[in-house]
């Protein structure tokens, strides 16, 4: 018999984090003793606090039943505490927040996935981050929308305008501007006059914004916190933000965080989730609401940046000690570097076909872009070492590598040996 599957299928690439992945096992099958920085999953625990709460609430009968499909209301009502607290969203002076604007996600990648089920038919013209977390442009292509790309390069300041990038027939197109700060996969932070005149850009085009909040909580310098889009004025009129528990709270396999922003928006989220899946489980997002609500919550995000700090001031010294470029982040845990001169050039074809897609014809010097892939997979097959290529992330990735400070600490200097070496051969 043959399985033939949905032609919609073939749009959908093989997953960046996925190859990845792979790579690393098919290097260890060769007996290389790998490392790897490549992919953002934090190596520490949870806080055993917050663990604690987990079980008291797994213990609790009547815990273990189908969960509503929006979500629990204790986690909505924390939640809104949370972000009023963290990103001064809500309150007396900030736009008016209640349950209705508030849902519980599986986690920032289903709701990014099934946001784009809401929002996009085949045909629709979505804005997105370039580079950027690859579930953007891969929904996108699943649902048979047409892309256009913002660059989040060192050309626009990491800050990219649709109103000077964009055609006037794009700009009345656009159905969804997909915004994601602090950036994956640069790190980098956006104003709150950038993101009160994207907020107005949207207004006047009838567009929706979608922000990816999912590294707000970890960021290196307390005069330059992120900023939440909701906090602009309007942004209630048109935007709607995912927060993940994920990095933040060091539980990526826990799933769970939340949405919050126009209560349409949730409406639409609300229905596609109920007809897709059965909600996050109960005891978690108790244990979440205590601990969001918890007088230690603070101080163990205080303790969870120095730690980020910490590593990303190691890193960034030897980077320097070898002479490697890179954009120090403001936040989130990467670091995005240029690839070192000695690095294979991106070869005559594959430079044409990158320019004529609408990447760029240069590196961010100006001189010939080098070719990320190549680099990376050399870098793997001869010392063991994993990173993030930058063209996996988008056109304009080419040119760059991404490291991962969710890396033990003892596996970070190996991984620093490593790349020393090779950037020296």
Known sequence: MSIKLAERLERLPPYLFARIDAARAAAQARGLDTVSMGIGDPDRDPPQWIRELLCEEVMRSGNHRYPSYKGHPRLHEAALRYVERSFGVGGPAGPALGLPNVMTTIGSKEGIANLVTVLVNPGDLIVMPDPMYPVFGTMGKLFGAEVAALPVHPSTGFMPHPGELLSSEQAARARVLFINYPHNPTGQLASQEYLQEL???????????????????????????????????????????????????????????????????????????????????????????????????????????????????????????????????????????????????????????????????????????HDSFAWCAGLLDSTGLVVGPGAGYGKWGEGFFRLSLSTPDEDIDRAIEKLRGFVAG
């Open 199 to 369: 907020v107005d850009w949207a207004r006047a085009h009838d567009c929706i914004i979608v922000s990816d909040m999912a590294y707000g909580e970890i960021f290196f310098d307390p005069a330059r916190k992120p900023t939440s889009v909701l906090a602009c004025d309007g942004a209630l009129d048109c935007a709607i933000e995912l927060h993940s528990f994920s990095k933040s709270f060091n539980m990526t396999g826990w799933r769970v965080g939340f949405a919050v922003g126009n209560e349409a928006l949730i409406g639409g989220l609300h229905r596609v989730k109920s007809n897709i899946d059965s909600g996050c489980f109960d005891a978690i997002q108790l244990a979440m609401a205590r601990a969001l609500d918890d007088p230690r919550c603070d101080p163990f995000l205080d303790e969870n940046r120095a730690h980020y700090k910490a590593r990303l001031d190691k890193v960034c010294s030897a980077l320097d000690s070898m002479g490697v470029k890179y954009h120090r982040p403001g936040a989130s845990i990467f670091i995005w570097c240029e690839l070192p001169g000695n690095a294979p050039l991106l070869d005559s074809e594959a430079a044409a076909a990158l320019a004529a897609a609408g990447g760029p014809s240069a590196d961010a010097h100006g001189a010939p872009l």
